[in-house]
């Protein structure tokens, strides 16, 4: 089995649609793909649909990649099969993503103080219905030449957490993320924990506190993990008896990785569907 927990539509920052999605992934030879859009499920209904349409033997699992920050520190967190209806977990959702407008004007205003000529309405173009983040407007930045990839706009110089242009926004408290996950019957699975490019990252001591509170795994293959990272996470999941995923943290043409770049163990996998008890994962065979 090929099993990729970690991919992205046009419902936040990616390229596909959910539709394009399912078919992508699907040809790319995948058994079961996750659609983790950012703090959104707005792409699930039009991904099933299009499964059951297509009538391919690919499992869909449900998801979302939450914001998050402790200690001054941003992290995403996975959630897989989780109730989207549930009023808690809902709630805190539509706090995070109401306040992404605001904070992507003000990254644009700031980028504008800096003498680059990019505009609101680029940057919203370019997200069209999705939920606007720091993506559409490295895009933006591309398209003007000031970058050359939408990765070299995450740097000091202008994105990256501490760089020049960087507001911050609203964000789950991970440990409310894990608790509101869980209680809507979801897992809950900390991305790329070891991604250090993309700044400062969180202390081991604080993912095993967080697997004390209920974390379920850390994703531990991942395109910005180097070998040396990736054995050193393996090793701590086994410590802390945390699940060890592996994804592509797909994004369409938006970055350089593929679907099913790193994929998931299968009895990982099986365990994830075990634990969640607030939805199924989506098969149309």
Request: proline share 4%; charged share 25%.
């Amino acid at each position: 089995m090929r099993i990729d927990l970690h991919t992205h539509s046009t419902a936040s920052d990616g390229t596909d649609t959910p539709a394009e999605l399912v078919r992508n992934a699907a040809a790319a030879g995948l058994d079961v793909v996750a659609l983790t859009d950012h703090d959104t499920v707005g792409g699930h209904d039009e991904a099933a649909k299009e499964l059951h349409d297509l009538g391919s033997p690919l499992t869909l699992v449900t998801g979302a990649e939450l914001s998050c920050k402790v200690d001054g520190i941003s992290m995403h967190m996975l959630a897989y099969l989780f109730d989207p209806a549930e009023p808690e977990l809902f709630r805190e959702r539509e706090l995070v993503r109401d306040d992404r407008v605001p904070r992507a004007r003000a990254m644009v205003g700031k980028l504008q103080e800096l003498g680059v000529p990019v505009t609101w309405e680029r940057v919203a173009a370019i997200a069209g219905d999705g939920s606007v983040g720091r993506p559409h407007i490295a895009t933006a930045l591309v398209d003007l030449g000031v970058v050359d990839s939408v990765s070299d706009a995450f740097t000091e110089r202008w994105l990256a957490n501490d760089g020049r242009a960087y507001v911050e926004k609203h964000e789950f408290d991970p440990f409310d993320a894990v608790r509101l996950v869980k209680a809507a019957g979801g897992v809950t699975v900390f991305a790329h924990p070891g991604a250090h490019k993309r700044g400062e990252t969180v202390p081991e001591s604080v993912i095993a506190a967080l697997a004390a509170a209920g974390l379920d795994g850390i994703e531990v293959d991942h395109m910005d993990h180097d070998e040396a990272t990736r054995a050193r996470l393996r090793g701590f999941a086994a410590e802390t008896g945390l699940l060890a995923t592996g994804s592509s943290d797909y994004h369409g043409s938006r970055k350089t990785c593929r679907l099913g770049e790193w994929v998931t163990d299968p009895e990982v996998y099986r365990e994830i569907a075990r634990r969640a008890t607030g939805a199924l994962p989506i098969s149309a065979v």
